[in-house]
């Protein structure tokens, strides 16, 4: 039986990256060490989930192109939740739109975008939101979300 460590406050430190995907091995080693204590099965899957987030932020984001950046949020979001937040630096012209809503046959076809399916897998819900919800901000960034369940320990978590 793992036991959840007590987090007081239920926020870490934010971390921002560089927009390169060499770094997405900084930002899996980064939540480990954040993480530490945590059931290593819960770890496993954040750290599988922010690295594919991160990296698709870099691939098809401005946060690829010279200078960009991506961050990485992490909070206990509601008691016995954890959130897991990347967010990039805003859509290129050629950025693909997120899929949300696939068939499981187009899940099955789909030459892109199946890491978010690993991400629905593993994580208890995700989802994306612009950082910015007014139209005429469109493109200034998006915020990518996956949360997963945090085990009991007695205090709620």
Request: proline share 10%; net charge negative; aromatic share 6%.
């Amino acid at each position: 039986m793992a036991i959840v460590p007590h987090v007081s406050p239920a926020r870490w430190r934010a971390r921002i990256y560089p927009g390169d995907l060499a770094h997405t091995g900084t930002v899996r080693a980064d939540l480990r060490a954040d993480l530490a204590g945590f059931p290593e099965d819960l770890v496993e899957a954040a750290v599988l989930c922010a690295s594919e987030i991160a990296a698709n932020a870099v691939e098809h984001t401005r946060s690829g192109d010279p200078d960009g950046r991506v961050l990485r949020a992490l909070f206990v979001s509601e008691p016995g939740v954890l959130r897991l937040t990347v967010v990039d630096d805003g859509a290129r012209e050629s950025s693909p739109e997120i899929p949300l809503d696939r068939t499981p046959q187009e899940w099955l076809t789909a030459e892109r975008g199946r890491g978010l399916l690993m991400v629905a897998a593993l994580a208890r819900a995700w989802g994306s939101y612009p950082i910015v919800p007014l139209p005429f901000c469109s493109g200034l960034g998006t915020a990518v979300w996956a949360e997963f369940p945090l085990p009991p320990n007695g205090d709620g978590r």
